[in-house]
């Protein structure tokens, strides 16, 4: 699997926010297909319960922010859906810089997909590699 560029910066943005990195990448098949998810983390804290997320890392610095918005609304429905059947209690993240969600992200159909699809975000700055939202 290719790493995405900053994908080293989230790892470290979620081990600094107290996640346990339980799974790299987070493998797993639903049927005869199989996929494979960026990161999978938990973390035990009696401030935040016990929490298991999915995180699909993406970069957005390819030459068109809608083709590659596209790629990772399709990724994040897909597993989405194989989660609901193998890993229910995970709950799926998208990551992006947050330079992306601050500007493209705010585009107002981009925003209606991400409302309606409810996809949740976790905006990271890459260069101090912290996490900046969990939106």
Excluded: C
């Amino acid at each position: 699997m290719a790493r995405d560029r900053f994908y080293n910066a989230v790892r470290m943005a979620l081990e600094k926010d107290g996640w346990t990195i339980t799974a790299d990448p987070y493998e797993f098949s639903v049927g005869e297909v199989e996929f494979e998810i960026d990161l999978a983390a938990e973390i035990l804290a009696a401030e935040r319960e016990d929490k298991k997320i999915a995180v699909e890392i993406k970069s957005f610095i390819g030459r068109s922010s809608v083709s590659e918005f596209h790629t990772a609304l399709g990724q994040f429905l897909n597993y989405q859906f194989a989660l609901e059947e193998v890993d229910p209690q995970r709950t799926l993240y998208l990551a992006v810089p947050s330079s992306i969600h601050r500007s493209f992200f705010q585009r107002r159909f981009i925003q209606t997909v991400v409302d309606r699809v409810q996809i949740r975000l976790l905006t990271y700055d890459e260069k101090e590699e912290v996490i900046t939202q969990w939106l």
